[in-house]
């Protein structure tokens, strides 16, 4: 895997997605920033010194090195990027004017080393290494630079701990989602598995308080509809270019979009958010309401609950199992 860009966050102008590709063109990785991560890189980069950050989750984070930049994440692969190539895409991202050092003094064990930066370009600068002494300030920032520290809740990890405690939410508190939040609950829906991955659906992110209250009428009334985030799964078979009959290509599609349902509703559990799945609802007028000849498949309302609740008792399993042998 390399790093290969920055791109915008999926819903709001604040964070980035950290983009790395392999040799096949289904093969990548994204790292999602809410806008502190994203200022706290930045910042590192914009002054050229060495530092850790934690991630939100409390247990991953970037380790930026003078060579070298690793992104220890849980349960997930490292990643890492060459740290001259990450500074250049993500000031370039930011908007931030900078001149590298070419010469550039790092910490390593708590000596300094020097070692001479190339970019890869026909216009390389070239130097010489050199033995240079280290201005106390530069390396007293490398040696003092502290991981930047947050008040947030640890989030839920445990995937299987996420399955057993979640539970539908009919009443939402008001308090708004973090549009980090909201970026991590699309990139779920993203990664969900599809036919062919070709992604044969389409997501409506319903903002609109006229369009949910809408909503509302069109799913019988129910009140919970008009939740915080409001989100529309659609099937679209167009997408799906496999040489099957259409009523194969629109139960792919189906499916596409349910696992996407799935997998957005789990990841908002793991972010400390409710949910309830709406299956009930007039599809005419929901297209009508999107403006979309595409069919609705399900309604996912997601938000803050009023208050915690446990999980319902289910059956059990034994009468949930039929084994074939």
Request: charged share 30%.
């Amino acid at each position: 895997m390399k790093f290969s860009k920055v791109e915008p966050a999926y819903t709001s102008k604040e964070g980035c997605r950290l983009v790395w590709t392999g040799d096949n063109e289904d093969d990548s990785d994204i790292v999602i920033l809410n806008k502190n991560e994203l200022d706290s890189l930045v910042e590192l980069l914009k002054r050229d010194v060495s530092g850790t950050i934690h991630l939100e989750d409390l247990s991953s984070s970037i380790m930026v090195n003078s060579d070298v930049t690793q992104f220890i994440l849980q349960n997930h692969p490292q990643l890492e990027a060459n740290t001259f190539d990450l500074q250049k895409k993500v000031l370039e991202f930011a908007k931030i004017p900078h001149q590298p050092l070419y010469v550039h003094i790092s910490s390593k064990e708590f000596y300094p080393s020097v070692w001479i930066r190339k970019e890869e370009t026909e216009n390389q600068a070239k130097f010489s290494p050199k033995k240079t002494s280290t201005p106390p300030s530069l390396l007293q920032i490398i040696l003092s630079t502290k991981p930047e520290k947050t008040k947030d809740k640890p989030l839920e990890t445990d995937v299987f701990r996420i399955f057993s405690s979640r539970r539908s939410t009919r009443k939402f508190d008001k308090k708004k989602i973090e549009d980090w939040k909201i970026d991590k609950i699309l990139a779920a829906a993203d990664t969900a598995p599809t036919a062919g991955n070709f992604q044969g659906l389409k997501i409506f992110y319903v903002k609109n308080k006229n369009t949910k209250e809408a909503l509302v009428e069109a799913a019988n009334k129910q009140p919970y509809v008009n939740a915080p985030l409001v989100l529309v799964f659609c099937m679209d078979s167009s997408r799906v270019k496999l040489k099957f009959p259409q009523e194969i290509l629109e139960k792919f599609s189906l499916q596409d979009a349910t696992l996407a349902a799935a997998y957005s509703q789990i990841a908002a559990s793991g972010l400390g958010l409710s949910s309830i799945w709406i299956g009930m609802f007039d599809e005419k007028k929901v297209q009508t309401i999107l403006g979309t000849e595409l069919r609705p498949t399900s309604i996912l309302c997601i938000g803050y609950p009023d208050k915690k609740r446990p999980p319902k008792s289910r059956r059990k399993l034994k009468e949930l199992i039929e084994v074939i042998e």
